[in-house]
């Protein structure tokens, strides 16, 4: 692991931002098992979309990149893409279960 300034080439870059590609998609893979989970509990479809939960989420993670330096609207646009996918999951699962008549 080679730090911005610690790289010299691209492809030393390009590595770099490779492995935190992978380490990316690994915590987006665990985050959706909770979304997983998520869905098994909540009982209508209804239930996938809260207002009040996406604006704190969102809030919460633009204020977060913005405290360390990284722009709040383009984390703010990636989450709100990353909420919209997990809701219609959400609600597709929860709607699924429901018209098969398992709890």
């Known amino acids: ?3 911005p300034a610690d790289c010299h080439n691209k492809p030393e870059i390009r ?3 490779d492995r935190i590609d992978r380490a990316l ?3 987006l893979v665990e985050r959706f098992g909770y979304v ?3 869905a ?3 009982q209508d ?3 996938a979309y809260i207002q009040e939960r996406v604006d704190e989420v969102l809030d919460r993670v633009a204020a977060e990149a913005e405290a360390k330096g990284l722009g709040a609207d383009l984390v703010r646009s990636m989450w709100k ?3 919209d996918w997990n809701v219609d999951y959400e609600s597709r699962t929860i ?3 429901k018209q098969s008549g398992t709890k």
């Open 1 to 3: 692991m080679l730090k």
């Open 15 to 17: 590595a770099e931002i």
């Open 25 to 27: 998609v690994d915590l």
């Open 36 to 38: 997983r989970r998520m």
């Open 40 to 42: 098994e509990l909540k």
């Open 45 to 47: 479809p209804g239930e």
């Open 81 to 83: 893409t990353l909420i």
């Open 95 to 97: 709607a699924a279960r």
